[in-house]
């Protein structure tokens, strides 16, 4: 048993960096939403008219849900914090679990694990005991954060489970994937399939009004159905049990029976030579890195529609002018019209595309850390030719995403009658990418600078910067310290203009991180694993 | 003899370099001509690796500098290296592409290949060229780093381990493969823990022991400087000798003695030619007696 709590506490203690920031995120979140809440709707009043006017706002449901009460914080901060957080959940659950499950695994360790005392069953409980462990901190952070918000410890735990509830499920997605796929991308992928088809099923359940009864079919739904706050029903918490048994239990058996390093369907190892995209590191960059590409442009493309299609469901009518400054200060800024709805969605693109070039420079430092680049750089390929073209194809695909985004949130919103114009939610696109390209220069620095921290800083600079856009001024931080973060310099295009000065300075910086990065990293030693 | 060629292929001036406290290669000079196969040896963590990443710039010198047909080595790496082909101790691919695409990648990276020769190495290291990098064993790709390397027919074949991993009768096709390049013109630089291998293959050789090079020379000039092993058979009990310098004795039964002989061979036949001996034999070292030799000194140093 000693060789399953060693490999279980190497399990948690591979993710604790993750881990670790998650639950401050998570903290974070939950204390903000109570305190944030009670600070700009003081009084019934001002809570009635808010839930008069966004109760039943669609575009809002895409990414909180169905709101229950909206004129007591616990209602509020239930739909907010439960809303995000269960999709923070869904992917920290994937990731952490094909992290212990498949990682390992496909960089041969199991073997040596397998090869000691431990039984396949044994060692694969260990590995998802320490997933676990990491599900048990999120809880914990997350109920301590609405306790520091001053709500009550019963309804909260149950809320901190309620969130929790989907890591557990897609974690156990997560275990289930690693015993099909044949690799550890793979199975990521499927994960994030199945990622996406739930979150895809809870927002048409609470969007598109005839169908709710969808929610039932997605683990983000049952997370809202157990409805913190709002009258609980803990019986649906037999739902995520349930499901994760199941899961787990299929998975058991299955990683008993198949052999280490492969999955159930295993990918053919013979194949005809494609000799396509291979005449340089960048073509294979694009050749290798093509289904991630795919998968970046589809989701982005999906959720473009659906921010189109719902854009219209904004209406100014009768929000009052105090309230909309009110709006303003909760980081929505003027969600009131379909262009500010579109002009505060095309931010999140912008945050999102940011993350891809995180993503970028993460798998180049995946590179390097496979040592890789040793092979490639023993041969006539320079350094500068090597990350320039990786760059150059980061901006490229981007630039892509950002003008995908414009034209099918165009379409989305053009099938509704919204009034929109193509030009405008191009420029709203195009204006992604001054944030994008700064975040794409900083996280070169990191790699340049910090091989090993590239995606923890990189991931790190691009979210803090964001959570903090959304929720500084709701803490009364002092104006500079928000203006500290680019996203506050970005203009809430198509219902402001494109903020030129600030999207050339941001250019300008995200292009000398670049050079910086470059030169620093022709200058320096080749760092492994 | 090999000191009057005239073109420098590799050549190291007080190479040192250090990683925090650890000085993992301190001063070393290294001057390999044209057509040379050179043998790098070394015990674990010698500095084998640490040189061959400084040859080939992906490690910047702490001081002293190295280059590659008089380019530095870490300012014009591109340029040295379209002569240069390299094979890596641990072979590290892309796990997707085929071995097939990988030698096409390689090739076009590196600026073509002979294709006929390359077919005639897959063949000779029965290599399934259609089989995926993920699901080859370490020896099989390890032979798709070697035929790429091979095949390129670069100027200076950089080999760091290449047979780990190959069994006995791929270490034949290696060998064969070497000559084929010797006898080209190539130039060799060979790391090695095979000790037969770099006897087999090599002009010269160069011993490394905790980031210094020890000993170098050509295999005659390393077994001249060691000792050679003298065995004599005395009739009835060994007798007892004078102490001579340079030669350390050993008994190996009730009438016979072992001599480890440091230089002339003359002083100790001089006095064995006054006893009763039945019979002697003497052999010359082998490469491993003299690399254990220095092996044994330097690792009270560092582990």
């Known amino acids: 048993?000693?060789?399953?709590?060693?490999?279980?506490?190497?399990?948690?203690?591979?993710?604790?960096?993750?881990?670790?920031?998650?639950?401050v995120l998570f903290a974070l979140i939950a204390l903000v939403q109570a305190v944030g809440y009670e600070h700009t709707y003081p009084t019934v009043a001002e809570r009635l008219q808010f839930a008069r006017s966004f109760g039943e706002n669609k575009a809002i449901r895409l990414f909180y849900g169905v709101p229950h009460d909206l004129v007591h914080v616990g209602g509020y901060v239930a739909w907010r914090v439960g809303g995000t957080?269960?999709?923070?959940?869904?992917?920290?659950?994937?990731?952490?679990?094909?992290?212990?499950l498949r990682s390992e695994e496909d960089a041969g360790r199991q073997e040596l694990v397998l090869a000691g005392i431990l039984s396949r069953r044994g060692a694969f409980r260990a590995a998802l005991a320490g997933v676990a462990a990491g599900a048990a901190l999120l809880w914990l952070a997350t109920w301590l954060g609405l306790l520091a918000g001053s709500l009550a410890p019963g309804p909260s735990a149950y809320l901190a489970l309620a969130v929790v509830s989907v890591c557990v499920v897609f974690a156990a997605v997560g275990a289930l994937v690693c015993q099909l796929a044949p690799t550890r991308r793979?199975?990521?992928?499927?994960?994030?399939?199945?990622?996406?088809?739930?979150?895809?099923?809870?927002?048409?359940?609470?969007?598109?009004?005839s169908m709710e009864w969808l929610r039932w079919?997605?683990?983000?739904?049952?997370?809202e159905e157990m409805r913190p706050f709002t009258g609980a029903q803990s019986a649906v918490l037999l739902l995520p049990a349930a499901a994760t048994a199941l899961l787990l239990l299929v998975s058991s058996r299955i990683a008993e029976r198949r052999d280490v390093g492969t999955g159930v369907f295993s990918s053919s190892d013979t194949a005809a030579p494609r000799l396509r995209l291979l005449s340089s590191p960048t073509a294979l960059a694009l050749r290798s890195e093509r289904g991630t590409l795919t998968g970046w442009l589809v989701g982005v493309g999906v959720f473009a529609v659906i921010v189109g299609l719902l854009a219209d469901t904004f209406n100014s009518a009768n929000v009052s002018q105090s309230l909309r400054e009110q709006l303003h200060r909760l980081g929505g800024a003027s969600l009131v019209t379909p262009s500010g709805a579109l002009g505060f969605y095309f931010l999140i693109f912008a945050f999102v595309i940011s993350l891809f070039a995180c993503a970028q420079l993460s798998a180049a430092r995946h590179e390097e850390s496979e040592s890789r680049l040793e092979t490639l750089f023993s041969l006539p390929v320079s350094r500068r030719a090597w990350l320039g073209g990786r760059l150059a194809l980061a901006a490229a695909t981007a630039l892509v995403l950002s003008l995908v985004a414009g034209v099918l949130a165009w379409a989305g919103a053009v099938s509704q009658g919204t009034d929109a114009a193509?030009?405008?939610?191009?420029?709203?696109?195009?204006?992604?990418?001054?944030p994008t390209l700064l975040f794409l220069g900083a996280s070169t620095l990191a790699f340049a600078l910090?091989?090993?921290?590239?995606?923890?800083?990189?991931?790190?600079?691009?979210?803090?910067?964001?959570?903090?856009?959304?929720?500084?001024?709701?803490?009364g931080a002092p104006a500079w310290t928000l203006d500290l973060s680019p996203f506050q310099h970005v203009g809430l295009v198509p219902a402001q203009s494109m903020k030129l000065p600030e999207a050339l300075a941001m250019l300008t910086i995200g292009a000398a991180s670049t050079a910086a990065g470059l030169l620093i990293f022709e200058r320096r030693d080749m760092i492994g694993a | 003899m090999s000191t009057s060629r005239s073109k420098n292929v590799i050549r190291a001036e007080?190479?040192?370099?250090?990683?925090?406290?650890?000085?993992?290669?301190d001063g070393l000079n290294l001057e390999i001509g044209t057509g040379e196969v050179y043998g790098f040896l070394g015990p674990n963590g010698a500095g084998k690796t640490t040189t061959i990443r400084l040859l080939l710039g992906l490690h910047r010198p702490t001081s002293g500098r190295a280059s590659l047909f008089d380019l530095d080595a870490w300012r014009a790496p591109v340029a040295a290296h379209r002569r240069v082909a390299y094979v890596a101790g641990e072979p590290f691919l892309w796990p997707a592409l085929t071995g097939a695409e990988t030698f096409e990648y390689l090739a076009r990276l590196h600026g073509g290949a002979d294709v006929a020769y390359r077919g005639t190495l897959v063949e000779r290291f029965k290599l399934d060229a259609d089989k995926r990098v993920r699901a080859l064993s370490k020896g099989n790709r390890q032979k798709v780093q070697l035929i790429a390397a091979l095949a390129s027919r670069a100027d200076l074949l950089i080999l760091d381990e290449p047979t780990s991993g190959l069994d006995p009768l791929m270490e034949v096709a290696f060998r064969e493969s070497v000559h084929e390049a010797k006898e080209r013109g190539q130039t060799v630089f060979l790391s090695s823990h095979i000790l037969s291998e770099v006897e087999a293959l090599c002009d010269r050789v160069g011993i490394l022991s905790a980031g210094r090079l020890v000993d170098e020379g050509t295999l005659a000039e390393l077994r001249h400087l060691s000792a050679s092993t003298v065995e004599v058979t005395f009739e009835g009990a060994a007798p007892q000798l004078p102490e001579l310098d340079g030669v350390r004795l050993a008994p190996v039964g009730e009438n016979a003695l072992r001599f480890e002989v440091g230089g002339s061979l003359r002083p100790l036949l001089a006095i064995l030619a006054k006893q009763p001996v039945v019979a002697m034999t003497s052999r010359e070292p082998s490469l491993e007696e003299i690399f254990l030799h220095h092996y044994d000194h330097s690792s009270d140093g560092r582990s």
């Open chain 1, 1 to 23: 048993m000693d060789a399953a709590r060693a490999l279980a506490r190497r399990s948690f203690a591979d993710g604790r960096v993750r881990n670790l920031s998650f639950a």
């Open chain 1, 85 to 100: 957080l269960s999709i923070f959940a869904a992917v920290w659950g994937l990731f952490a679990a094909v992290r212990a």
């Open chain 1, 186 to 209: 793979l199975a990521l992928g499927w994960g994030m399939v199945v990622f996406a088809v739930a979150l895809t099923l809870r927002i048409v359940a609470d969007t598109a009004g």
């Open chain 1, 217 to 223: 079919a997605s683990p983000l739904g049952w997370a």
């Open chain 1, 422 to 434: 193509l030009p405008d939610l191009l420029e709203a696109g195009l204006n992604c990418m001054p």
């Open chain 1, 450 to 475: 910090a091989p090993r921290a590239t995606a923890g800083i990189a991931y790190g600079l691009v979210s803090v910067a964001f959570c903090w856009y959304l929720f500084g001024a709701l803490l």
């Open chain 2, 14 to 25: 007080g190479l040192t370099k250090r990683y925090g406290n650890t000085l993992a290669l």
